[in-house]
């Protein structure tokens, strides 16, 4: 479960994994098994599961336990203890983590980093390092991607993005690129005819990220609740977007910190809108609501 080291080197070959599992049987937890799974989860993963989420958990882990033909909780954390080790993990914590995401969430975000590009390239900037840090299925390090492709045009400075999550299911879905009709509605039309490849029947088409969008990027799994982090940095960006949310203030001030470390003075931190950083002992300085720079 550490973190491997990271290097900018680009990978196109995607794991074949299937898409993320529906949510399965419904079985009902009693208190001590479900601290059990939320002992677990917050050891690997930071995520902290608060009372209440017990129905949560058991139809999340329901269909991993059908597809191992387990039918009881305790089986399945003797399975996860025990015999399986960090690859039962792994399907765990896919199981656990939520991806919800979109293209252009937050759209503000990319106008804002659109003038902050533009700015540092004006001053003679040429070399730019940014990093999705919870990237889930994709749309936010290709929304950052083609921010950068429009701001720089292709080959102009030294640019690439490090895209990560923990979820090796949702990386999957990442590195594969492909999206629905649905899935692709908030990107701007021009932007999608430019960036997008257009396949599929004609009632329900798939739009597959181009090679010049993928190229900018490196996805890699990397799990944000033990740094240090293998990056040395210094980073220029980071988009850290609603994934503190499921972290207690102890893991989220320990990331903050580290997220700090990577980046450069003068670097920029996005988080989502509903994470400010308020309250905390933080060492940025506040550019506006959900953005923050390190001085
Ligand atoms: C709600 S999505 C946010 C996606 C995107 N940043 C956005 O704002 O649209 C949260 C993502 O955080 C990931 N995540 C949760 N815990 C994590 C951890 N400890 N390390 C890395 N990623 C984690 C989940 O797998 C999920 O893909």
Not at 274 to 283: C, F, I, K
Request: overall charge positive; glycine content about 6%.
């Amino acid at each position: 479960m550490d973190n491997k080291k990271i290097n900018w080197q680009t990978q196109s070959a995607a794991r074949q994994d299937g898409p993320r599992p529906e949510s399965g049987r419904n079985q009902d937890l009693d208190p001590a098994t479900f601290e059990k799974y939320r002992r677990l989860i917050y050891e690997k993963s930071g995520i902290a599961l608060t009372p209440g989420k017990e129905a949560l958990v058991a139809a999340r882990v329901g269909k991993r336990m059908r597809e191992l033909c387990l039918s009881d909780h305790d089986a399945y954390l003797r399975h996860l203890m025990e015999g399986a080790g960090d690859q039962e993990i792994i399907h765990l914590l896919d199981a656990i983590a939520t991806n919800v995401t979109s293209f252009y969430r937050e759209p503000e975000h990319f106008e804002l980093l659109a003038d902050i590009l533009r700015q540092w390239r004006n001053a003679g900037q040429q070399r730019f390092r940014l990093w999705s840090a919870a990237a889930a299925t994709g749309e936010e390090p290709y929304t950052i991607a083609i921010t950068l492709l429009e701001t720089f045009g292709p080959n102009t400075v030294d640019a690439r993005l490090l895209a990560t999550d923990i979820s090796t299911k949702a990386l999957t879905r990442s590195l594969q690129g492909a999206y629905s009709q649905e899935r692709v509605a908030p990107i701007p039309r021009p932007l999608l005819a430019r960036y997008f490849d257009r396949r599929g029947p004609r009632d329900a088409p798939e739009y597959a990220v181009k090679q010049t969008v993928k190229d900018l990027i490196v996805f890699r799994r990397l799990n944000l609740s033990t740094p240090p982090f293998p990056m040395h940095g210094p980073l220029d960006v980071v988009f850290c977007r609603n994934v503190m949310i499921y972290f207690d203030k102890w893991v989220r001030a320990r990331l903050l910190e580290e997220i700090h470390r990577i980046l450069r003075p003068g670097g920029y931190l996005f988080v989502g809108h509903a994470e400010s950083l308020t309250g905390m002992m933080s060492p940025f300085k506040v550019v506006k609501p959900s953005v923050y720079r390190k001085i």
